[in-house]
């Protein structure tokens, strides 16, 4: 998941594993009830340790991406259910034929350091993000905007800047884009595009220890490995002010122990449910539940030079007969305790776009017999010997170890071959691992969206301009026929001529499998009793600004 993603993009990449409860609502009103009254509480909150520094562009996962969001206002943001309000933007507004969008920024808004926020405080960090010399995992995110691939070299200057972006004044920019864009208005309220203030050029690795935002909180302290701290911005100008003192994000590597805490009042809010409570937490007299129908996206993804799995007949010929291997149902209800949904797409059930009738997604299901069949012919293009393995790796901290057990199981007793598992102790030390391309086998991932489109699920995850290195294409997929799928979506004169490009390209993932759907997993979690204003939002996280106890 993502500590899903980055999701925010990785998601991907990956959080806590969070199960999903279909069907059923939060256990009492106080558990999604807000207040309007504002209070110097701290609240603290389940955290985790981020894969990077602090630093917006080049955070897509949600230990880092959580606080993040926090620290910095876009130019849009989101209500709960995902729809976007314009925040540090005034307007923003596109020409006949969507290239062009000129964005206007509303007056008075500052960083935390008291240095104003203008259109260079996103051109810049827009352009700095772009810049492959600056290894930032968002790059991709702005493969849209003209002038992208002239900084997509090696050996451009740091401080290259997008051509695509002009600088009228200090409140107007204007942004011109390779193609046509419908989606470019939401998309800009990703993490990615928040704007960075001077300073960070300066010493960027330093900013990303102790960063300086614009959002509803200040950066305090972070202590490594145990918690990142932030206190109410009382200059804040948006839409989502704080109405607590600040929230401390406590750094947990076991969902059980961060249970335990809330139910002993030691832990305000968390946002995942381990496996051990999924089938009791809404019983539970000791904590407020909630449970309600979420965005994330669950997975495990083929590396595409994978020996035997890389995308040729072969390879396709055993990542299909792994995923019709694969028990979903019984691993939803025995392990999850009844409490997922076996994935049918690659989006998620809440996202605009999704299809439960895609051609193809009877590779999802488990089919014994024809999962043997193919691999049988898998094997007359090139045996599988008695030496080799199906290894699927995971982090060990986040509460996946019974499912990917549960995998690794039924593929084996399906196929009759060597299966196991390979867990990595955090979620930090897994996720660089797959930054770095080391991890030599089957890995988990999932995703967790950034903006409520099934654009986010794709583009960011399997199209070639966010592999190697560039985005959270980690597998490192690439097909040109889906590419111009999604630059036909792009193009689109409406949403839902859009979304029928995006489930043809579903389609095609469907038949290459560069990762294999396992579940979706719902917005659910745990509040303390006496906390008020916990509810979950369209991202599965809660809503950190309204909580109050």
Same mark, same amino acid.
């Given at each position: 998941m993502k500590k899903v993603s980055r999701l925010s993009y990785m998601a991907a990449a990956g959080s806590a594993l969070a199960l999903l409860l279909s069907g059923c609502g939060g256990?009492?009103?106080?558990?999604?009830?807000?207040?309007?009254?504002?209070?110097?509480?701290?609240?603290?909150?389940?955290?985790?340790?981020?894969?990077?520094?602090?630093?917006?562009?080049?955070?897509?996962?949600?230990?880092?991406?959580?606080?993040?969001?926090?620290?910095?206002?876009?130019?849009?943001?989101?209500?709960?259910?995902?729809?976007?309000?314009?925040?540090?933007?005034?307007?923003?507004?596109?020409?006949?034929?969507?290239?062009?969008?000129?964005?206007?920024?509303?007056?008075?808004?500052?960083?935390?350091?008291?240095?104003?926020?203008? !259109?260079?405080?996103?051109?810049? +960090?827009?352009?700095?993000?772009?810049?492959?010399?600056?290894?930032?995992?968002?790059?991709?995110?702005?493969?849209?905007?003209?002038?992208?691939? +002239?900084?997509?070299?090696?050996?451009?200057?740091?401080?290259?800047?997008?051509?695509?972006?002009?600088?009228?004044?200090?409140?107007?920019?204007?942004?011109t884009l390779n193609a046509p864009s419908s989606i470019f208005p939401t998309m800009v309220g990703y993490t990615a595009y928040a704007p960075l203030p001077t300073s960070f050029y300066k010493d960027p690795k330093a900013f990303g220890e102790k960063p300086v935002g614009n959002g509803p909180y200040k950066f305090k302290s972070w202590t490594h490995n145990q918690s990142i701290d932030l206190v109410k911005n009382a200059d804040y100008k948006g839409v989502q002010p704080a109405k607590n003192g600040g929230v401390d994000f406590k750094v947990y590597?076991?969902?059980?122990?961060?249970?335990?805490?809330?139910?002993?009042?030691?832990?305000?809010?968390?946002?995942?449910?381990?496996?051990?409570?999924?089938?009791?937490?809404?019983?539970?007299?000791?904590?407020?539940?909630?449970?309600?129908?979420?965005?994330?996206?669950?997975?495990?993804?083929?590396?595409s030079t994978l020996t035997h799995f890389k995308l040729d007949k072969e390879g396709r010929l055993r990542r299909a007969a792994v995923s019709m291997s694969i028990d979903r149902k019984t691993i939803v209800s025995k392990v999850l305790g009844g409490v997922g949904t076996p994935a049918v797409d690659y989006t998620s059930p809440v996202t605009p776009g999704y299809s439960d009738s895609l051609t193809g997604k009877d590779v999802l299901s488990y089919n014994p017999t024809e999962a043997k069949k193919l691999w049988k012919e898998a094997n007359a293009i090139a045996p599988w010997s008695s030496s080799d393995k199906l290894t699927f790796a995971y982090n060990a901290d986040g509460g996946a170890k019974p499912v990917y057990d549960a995998i690794a199981n039924s593929v084996k007793n399906t196929l009759g071959i060597d299966a196991e598992t390979n867990p990595y102790a955090t979620f930090s030390?897994?996720?660089?691992?797959?930054?770095?391309?080391?991890?030599?086998?089957?890995?988990?991932?999932?995703?967790?969206?950034?903006?409520?489109?099934?654009?986010?699920?794709?583009?960011?995850?399997? !199209?070639?301009?966010?592999?190697?290195?560039?985005?959270?294409?980690?597998?490192?997929?690439?097909?040109?026929?889906?590419?111009?799928?999604?630059?036909?979506?792009?193009?689109?004169?409406?949403? +839902?001529?859009?979304?029928?490009?995006?489930?043809?390209?579903?389609?095609?993932?469907?038949?290459?499998?560069?990762?294999?759907?396992?579940?979706? !997993?719902?917005?659910?979690?745990?509040?303390?009793?006496?906390?008020k204003g916990f509810v979950l939002n369209w991202k599965n996280v809660p809503v950190y600004q309204n909580l109050t106890k």
């Open positions: 256990s009492s009103s106080t558990s999604s009830s807000s207040t309007s009254a504002s209070t110097n509480e701290v609240m603290n909150v389940y955290g985790c340790e981020p894969q990077n520094p602090l630093i917006p562009a080049n955070t897509n996962e949600n230990c880092g991406g959580n606080p993040i969001d926090l620290l910095f206002a876009k130019l849009v943001t989101f209500d709960t259910k995902g729809n976007a309000k314009n925040e540090v933007a005034k307007s923003i507004t596109a020409n006949a034929d969507k290239t062009v969008y000129t964005i206007v920024l509303k007056s008075g808004w500052k960083f935390s350091d008291g240095t104003p926020v203008t !259109s260079e405080s996103f051109t810049k +960090a827009w352009s700095y993000a772009a810049d492959a010399t600056n290894a930032q995992v968002n790059a991709s995110f702005f493969s849209l905007i003209k002038g992208y691939d +002239a900084l997509s070299g090696k050996g451009t200057a740091s401080d290259a800047q997008l051509s695509g972006l002009k600088v009228n004044s200090d409140t107007e920019f204007t942004v590597t076991d969902p059980d122990a961060a249970y335990a805490d809330v139910q002993g009042g030691n832990l305000d809010v968390l946002e995942t449910i381990p496996s051990s409570d999924t089938q009791t937490f809404q019983t539970d007299n000791t904590v407020q539940a909630y449970n309600k129908a979420g965005s994330v996206f669950q997975s495990f993804t083929f590396p030390a897994f996720r660089q691992a797959i930054t770095d391309r080391k991890v030599t086998s089957a890995f988990r991932t999932g995703w967790q969206a950034d903006y409520p489109s099934a654009e986010d699920y794709l583009t960011p995850l399997y !199209s070639s301009s966010a592999a190697d290195g560039n985005g959270s294409n980690d597998g490192d997929y690439k097909n040109p026929a889906f590419d111009a799928l999604l630059a036909k979506a792009d193009q689109a004169s409406s949403t +839902a001529d859009a979304n029928k490009y995006y489930q043809q390209a579903e389609e095609l993932l469907l038949k290459d499998l560069p990762a294999v759907p396992l579940y979706y !997993s719902n917005a659910a979690g745990v509040a303390a009793k006496g906390v």
